[in-house]
C-alpha cells in the first residue's frame, strides 16, 4: 500500500450465507432503530410449510447470541487497515437470510495498487469464516454510498416442493409437502408489478408513512421441485418478499380472499404467514452503467424514471445448484444492455 494521507474508498461485492448470523447489520447499529417481533412470528411456519428437525447443534438458537454479517466484516477490515473500520451497506438482511451480492464500502487512508486490491482480498477473505466472501474489491469516490446509489435490487425465495424433504439443501430453501399450482401462483406473483400500496405485507409497527412502492418485474420459475419466486424493486417494506410470497403459498391451502383482494385491503391480518428466512437471498444490485467501477454514480432523475423500462429479467436465472455462496459474481454492468 501507498501510506499517502488521502481521503480514499473502497466498495466491495460480499456473499454470505446467514444461516448462523443475526442477520446482516450489527446490533449496536440496529439498537437505535430494532425491529419489533412479526405480528405472525409466533406462526410463521403454519403446517403448510414443513421444517425438517435440525441435527443437534452447540450453535446459540438465539438471534441475540449470534453475530452479525456487518460486525465479522468490520472486525476483519479493522484487522487489516489496522484502525477502526464502520461500513456501508446496500441492504440489510434479516436472521437467516442469505446473499448472493451484497455491496459494501469503507473509507481508507491508503492507496492500493490493483495487484495490492487483490492481496487485500485474499487477506480478507482469509480473515473471515467461510460463510462470508468477498467476491470483488473496487475503488470509488469517497462520496459513494452502495444504498443511496441502488437504483434496484433483486431477491429471490427458494421453495422445496415435494413429499421427501431436501436432502442437500435445507438450509436455503423452504419446503412444502403440498403440490402446487404453479400457474395459479405466478398469475397471484404478477399482480404485484408496478406501483401498489403494499401495507398488506408489513407490519403495521414498521410501516412507514408512505408504504407505496415499484415493483419492476416479477417471475416465478419452476424446475423439477424447486420452485424460484423473483422480484425486483427499488425499495422493500420490512418482510415484504417474505409476507408476499407466504400469503401466495398460503392460499393453496385456504381462499378465503384472492390475492389481488389482500393487496387492495392494505391490511397486515388479511395476508398470510411470513415466509421462513431460510429461503430468502438477497440476489442482484443493479447500479446505473455510468458507475463503471462504482467511482462515479449518475444521478441524474432519469436515470430512475426510466429504471423500469431498463430493467429485464435475466435469461441466466440461478438454479438450485448454484446457490453456494463461493461462486463468484461476473457482472460488472447492472443494467442488462
Not at 191 to 220: A, C, M, Q
Not at 283 to 305: M, R
Amino acid at each position: 500500500m501507498n501510506n499517502v494521507n488521502v481521503n480514499v474508498a473502497y466498495a466491495a461485492h460480499i456473499a454470505y450465507d446467514g444461516t448462523h448470523y443475526a442477520g446482516f447489520q450489527s446490533q449496536d447499529h440496529a439498537n437505535s432503530e430494532k425491529s419489533l417481533p412479526e405480528e405472525d412470528s409466533g406462526n410463521a411456519q403454519k403446517k403448510y410449510i414443513s421444517t425438517p428437525k435440525p441435527k443437534p447443534t452447540t450453535t446459540p438458537t438465539s438471534t441475540s447470541k449470534l453475530p452479525t454479517i456487518q460486525a465479522r466484516i468490520e472486525s476483519a477490515l479493522t484487522q487489516l487497515q489496522r484502525q477502526p473500520t464502520q461500513i456501508l451497506y446496500a441492504g440489510r438482511t434479516d436472521a437467516g437470510v442469505h446473499a448472493r451480492q451484497q455491496m459494501i464500502s469503507w473509507e481508507a487512508t491508503s492507496l492500493m495498487s490493483l495487484p495490492e486490491m487483490d492481496r487485500f482480498q485474499i487477506a480478507l477473505n482469509a480473515l473471515l469464516r467461510k460463510d462470508i466472501v468477498c467476491l470483488k474489491i473496487y475503488p470509488v469516490s469517497p462520496s459513494f454510498h452502495p444504498r443511496r446509489a441502488c437504483l434496484a435490487r433483486k431477491y429471490c425465495y427458494y421453495v422445496h416442493n415435494a413429499t421427501t424433504p431436501p436432502i442437500f439443501g435445507r438450509p436455503y430453501v423452504a419446503w412444502i409437502k403440498k403440490e402446487l399450482q404453479v400457474q395459479r401462483m405466478r398469475n397471484n406473483f404478477n399482480l404485484i408489478n408496478g406501483r401498489h400500496d403494499f401495507s398488506s405485507f408489513t407490519k403495521r409497527k414498521s410501516r412507514p408513512e408512505n408504504p407505496f412502492r415499484t415493483v419492476h418485474y416479477t417471475r416465478l420459475i419452476s424446475k423439477g421441485n424447486l420452485l424460484i419466486f423473483e422480484i425486483c424493486s427499488s425499495g422493500f417494506l420490512h418482510h415484504m418478499v417474505r409476507n408476499i410470497v407466504g400469503t401466495i403459498l398460503e392460499l393453496e391451502y385456504r381462499g378465503h380472499m384472492s390475492f389481488a383482494q389482500i393487496l387492495a385491503a392494505r391490511d397486515r391480518t388479511m395476508a398470510g404467514s411470513t415466509a421462513p428466512a431460510q429461503g430468502l437471498f438477497l440476489d442482484h444490485l443493479y447500479y446505473p452503467k455510468s458507475a463503471g467501477t462504482f467511482g462515479t454514480i449518475n444521478q441524474d432523475k432519469n436515470t430512475k424514471e426510466n429504471l423500469h423500462e431498463s430493467l429485464v429479467p435475466s435469461s441466466d436465472h440461478h438454479l438450485f445448484q448454484n446457490l453456494l455462496v463461493t461462486n463468484p459474481i461476473t457482472q460488472t454492468n447492472f443494467l442488462p444492455s
